[in-house]
């Protein structure tokens, strides 16, 4: 009996409109990292359930897809055994998960493969993870995550980098963007200077709920919380400051400079600040000093990538940690990664408009069939037209024209070849151009030496 | 409490260095099917597990990993819940699993999207996978598969299509192969000839082992199984065949072209012989009647790679199906796939020293930190680099120059960049090639012309 056609909720199928779209983003992405010396590596889907337990709060924890013990062992124990057995034999042997992140996973991979890799290590992973979130709207289960990150150097140029690349890559997307940085230690000294130090991690929750909640949903939040006034002191003061970077970055100064952590963040960020404005890539840099981040493991700046004029939420994020691997035992590793939120991104670059035409289609041009001689003969030119570097093909049944051409059409082959048996005789072939609606005769080698300029014409404009 | 950090059995960690070959492979084989028409596609890891069970045999069914459902309602009933409801509630919710295969979820895919794609549909997929195997060396629970599929035509010229495509890529890869090939309409014939038509399929089983066992092996089981006499008649004849395609092709009309199904299948390669020929690709083609593939869902040429003088078992196949989508509904719709294994492609380029020189480095340019104002230099400089194509990296801490270099040599990167106070007062640099040993001094412009002369050879090349 047939089964029905259908993916899990929350699973998607992505077809070759979609995926040429996203590669044409990796692709950007990339180069992008590759041109800054970074790396790729990949890290199993199927994690030991014990690496990802305890890494991402309770509810990151109940969120964790575990897969079912090997083999039919169990199976049989659940269908034939005594039940109690059963139980208690899932229990002791659940042992593995799918990813949730790239982060614990990419932790795992530093502690492990230590003694191969060389220091400070930069790396890129691009990777689906699995949630097993309430499906919604733009909510997938699976879903790829694109992220870099160095480990082995507290090396502030690394910020200016990530920066960097960020400006690089949405520059190249063609989206314009705004890269807001603060720094968790600037964040701490404001807890202190507002009396509240002891509260700062639930300060920085609320904080973190600002773009959803709005400033009066936080501040909600924090008397809910018991937080003291202090905590909403300290919120209104970072949500009224306004002005250039410079502007905002002095009226903190005058504020917390005195406190230790303050103090230091504050330097921090001016480093930043002022490295990027002398290498010209301040224009996508905003300091927004409510900006919290909601993971615990970040300890000196942070950032979050908007589109402008987009209702969209964050396209990109990250921030700097001291000490990310020392959940696996291996201390003092301070880091720096950054992330990609690769779906939002597709759906920025098409309400904008901005993918290129090229990403529209495959195939550059087809070839129709008349028959297996007149069809022999197409396909030895199409091995010439490939190696020219031409994306080719012949259609494969000698079927009538109209269908031919309607396949084109359908998948957006600019350029059609017809060879029936008189134009074989006569060495000239009918070319039409499917977008000028225009078409012309020529023979096989000006055929070639056209497309052969059309290539090193494309090649010449990258 | 830090957990150790190890990976899942029969997972592993992808590293740069073996990342960098697995792109360039992937890349390669991309480019190859994106030329003849082939566009990308994604499914979900996830699949229903309906979708997934009786697809592959008993035995496959019992290597599917499955996941366990949702959330913490399952957890809450195994850990406290009543043992005998909790198997209940386990056994009946049990309906998600990671797929085993690209072959099934496509299938289920093109049904599912049938309205939205436009046919003769040719798609490549290039996924990891999941068996829950016992792992060995070089077996692996987690791995990727790379297929490419036209689905809606029986034109033969899609066979003469993967010829091609297997052949430009062992081409472009520099890896010498043989493609083997038979139809399973000829081993039908070949049954009907020898009478033991009724048992075909038992007669492919055991044929396909073969390359494992040898001929006395399959001589073994045939009798084991009880097939009759003229089953291993059948089998001395195939096996004895030997001469050029032309000539083990002639022998085998002689023998069962009275045959219906060996007609129809003789014809067929004839036909894909000849037109391999015309289009100079029949020199990597060996008919091979004794090639079985195990699957059951082949109904014409099937395919069987195995590179040149390195005993690594097959790095390709795939073969023609006449209703792949049936099981889920949608009938007569058939298709033509073939894959390669990249695992083993990677071995094979590895042992023969084929990869090429830049696919062991990354960054092709270091620049070293001799503090903050000579880093914010040397990075304007990077940044004009990057504009070249050049991939740049400062390193990020002001260290020892030894420690520099040191990770300069570990990385491969082959040019180092030095930037001191002096260096910057006079405008001129010390430019280190690691590779040749030797260093020289020039300046800004020079220096920018060096490189953008170096990169456009490097284009040209290509």
Not at 254 to 278: M, N, P, Q, W
């Amino acid at each position: 009996m047939a089964s029905k056609a259908s993916n899990p909720r929350g699973t998607r199928d992505l077809l070759p409109e979609v995926m040429v779209q996203r590669e044409y983003i990796l692709e950007i992405l990339k180069t992008t990292f590759r041109k800054y010396g970074f790396l790729p590596i990949e890290t199993p889907a199927l994690e030991k359930l014990e690496t990802l337990t305890g890494k991402y709060g309770e509810e990151g924890d109940r969120l964790i897809f575990k897969v079912l013990p090997r083999g039919d062992k169990f199976e049989k124990a659940f269908r034939e055994g005594d039940a109690q057995e059963a139980r208690e034999k899932l229990n002791h042997n659940l042992e593995e998960a799918l990813r949730y992140d790239l982060t614990v996973p990419f932790a795992r991979f530093v502690v492990q493969n230590h003694n191969a890799l060389h220091f400070p290590f930069k790396r890129y992973q691009i990777q689906p993870v699995w949630r097993a979130d309430r499906p919604s709207k733009g909510r997938y289960r699976e879903f790829y995550q694109c992220d870099a990150d160095v480990v082995g150097s507290s090396s502030l140029w690394q910020e200016v980098d990530f920066i960097g690349i960020y400006k690089q890559v949405f520059s190249d997307l063609g989206l314009p963007i705004r890269v807001k940085m603060n720094h968790r230690k600037v964040l701490q000294g404001l807890t202190e200077k507002f009396g509240v130090e002891n509260d700062f991690q639930a300060f920085t929750v609320a904080l973190d709920k600002l773009d959803k909640v709005g400033l009066a949903g936080v501040q909600k939040e924090m008397s809910e919380r018991g937080l003291a006034q202090g905590a909403l002191d300290a919120l209104a003061f970072v949500a009224g400051l306004s002005g250039s970077n410079t502007e905002v970055l002095s009226q903190l100064e005058a504020e917390i400079s005195e406190t230790t952590s303050g103090k230091a963040g504050l330097e921090e960020i001016r480093f930043v600040i002022d490295a990027c404005s002398e290498l010209g890539q301040e224009d996508v840099l905003d300091l927004d000093f409510t900006l919290a981040r909601g993971l615990d493991y970040y300890t000196g700046a942070i950032f979050e990538v908007k589109a402008v004029d987009l209702e969209l939420g964050s396209i990109g994020g990250g921030g700097r940690y001291d000490d990310l691997t020392g959940i696996f035992g291996l201390k003092d590793l301070p880091g720096i990664g950054i992330s990609f939120g690769l779906d939002r991104i597709q759906l920025a670059l098409e309400e904008k408009g901005l993918f290129p035409a090229m990403t529209h289609s495959g195939t550059d041009m087809l070839m129709v069939n008349f028959g297996d001689k007149e069809a022999l003969f197409a396909n030895k030119l199409a091995a010439q037209l490939r190696e020219l570097g031409l994306k080719t093909e012949l259609y494969p049944d000698a079927v009538k024209m109209k269908k031919q051409l309607d396949y084109a059409n359908k998948k957006g082959i600019r350029y059609v070849l017809l060879i029936g048996s008189q134009e074989m005789e006569e060495g000239l072939f009918t070319l039409k151009d499917m977008q000028e609606g225009s078409q012309r005769k020529l023979g096989a080698i000006e055929l070639l030496e056209a497309f052969n300029t059309s290539q090193n014409n494309k090649h010449a404009k990258h």
